[in-house]
C-alpha cells in the first residue's frame, strides 16, 4: 500500500511539475493581454481561457479577438520573450500571396491551387511590426500544394522533381516544409485556394492524390529530405534525398 502511495505522489509530483512551471497570475496575464493591444490598437482582446493541454495549462494564454473571432490567438513566453501567433493570423492573406508569389507556375500540372500557410511551431514576439517585416523576418514556407495533373506524363519523376526544387531555393532563398499532391484534373477545385489546413472543413481532397512529394528543410542551405509517396497501395514510397547541401 505504502509503495501505491508513493506512486501515486511521483505522478502527481510529475503533473503538478509540468503543468506549473511557468504559472500566470492574473495580473501577469492582463499585463501580457494589455502588451498585445498596444502592439495591435486596431483590434480589441479579452481573456479566453488557457489551452487542456497537459502541461500547458497556466503557460500559455488564450485570447479572444474582436477581429478574428474564429482563430485561436495564444500567448506565452519563449526564451524570456513574450510571443504571440497573432502575426501569423492578421497577415494570413498577405502571407498566402508570398506563398503565390514563390510556389505558383514552379510545378508542372495543369492547374494549381496552394494552400494556406500552416502555423509555425514557434511564436513571434509581442511587438508591432508590419506584414512586410514579419514576412520578411518569420516567415513560415510550409503548406500544402495541390498540382492537379490532365496527363499522368505532368507528374514529374526523382530528377524531375530534385531539379525543380534545387532551382526554386536558388531562387527563393527559404527555408521550406512543402508537401506537393498530385490529383487527377478532375477533382480540381479553387475552393481550397489560400485555406488553412487547420480550416479545412473537408479535407478529403487530400487522400485523392497519386503522388505526394515532401520537401523537408530546416536551414536555407540544406535539405533534409525529399520524399516521394505513391497512393496506389505499392511499396514503392522511397526518399529521394536525404541530407543534402544545395
Not at 505532368?154 to 527555408?175: G, M, N, R, S, T
Request: charged share 30%; glycine share 4%; net charge negative.
Amino acid at each position: 500500500m505504502k509503495k501505491t502511495y508513493r506512486l501515486a505522489g511521483l505522478i502527481m509530483a510529475s503533473v503538478m511539475l509540468l503543468s506549473s512551471c511557468t504559472p500566470i497570475g492574473k495580473a501577469q496575464q492582463n499585463g501580457w493581454i494589455k502588451k498585445l493591444g498596444e502592439a495591435f490598437p486596431e483590434d480589441t482582446f479579452t481573456y479566453e481561457g488557457h489551452p487542456r493541454n497537459l502541461g500547458l495549462e497556466y503557460s500559455i494564454v488564450l485570447v479572444k479577438s474582436e477581429l478574428f473571432p474564429d482563430d485561436e490567438i495564444r500567448l506565452w513566453k519563449e526564451n524570456g520573450k513574450l510571443c504571440t501567433n497573432y502575426h501569423y493570423i492578421a497577415y494570413e492573406k498577405d502571407i498566402y500571396e508570398e506563398l503565390h508569389r514563390v510556389l505558383d507556375g514552379r510545378f508542372p500540372c495543369s492547374s494549381c491551387v496552394i494552400m494556406g500557410a500552416d502555423e509555425p511551431s514557434n511564436g513571434f514576439p509581442v511587438e508591432a511590426t508590419d506584414a512586410e517585416k514579419y514576412i520578411k523576418d518569420y516567415m513560415n514556407y510550409r503548406c500544402r500544394v495541390l498540382l492537379f495533373y490532365e496527363d499522368e506524363s505532368q507528374i514529374p519523376d526523382d530528377d524531375e522533381i530534385k531539379e525543380i526544387i534545387y532551382d526554386l531555393i536558388a531562387d527563393e532563398k527559404h527555408v521550406y516544409t512543402l508537401y506537393l499532391y498530385y490529383i487527377d484534373a478532375q477533382y480540381a477545385d479553387d475552393k481550397y485556394e489560400g485555406v488553412r489546413y487547420s480550416k479545412l472543413t473537408d479535407a478529403s481532397i487530400l487522400d485523392k492524390y497519386k503522388v505526394r512529394f515532401r520537401l523537408s528543410m530546416k536551414d536555407t542551405d540544406h535539405i533534409s529530405r525529399i520524399d516521394v509517396e505513391y497512393n496506389d497501395g505499392s511499396d514503392n514510397d522511397h526518399t529521394i534525398v536525404r541530407d543534402i547541401d544545395v
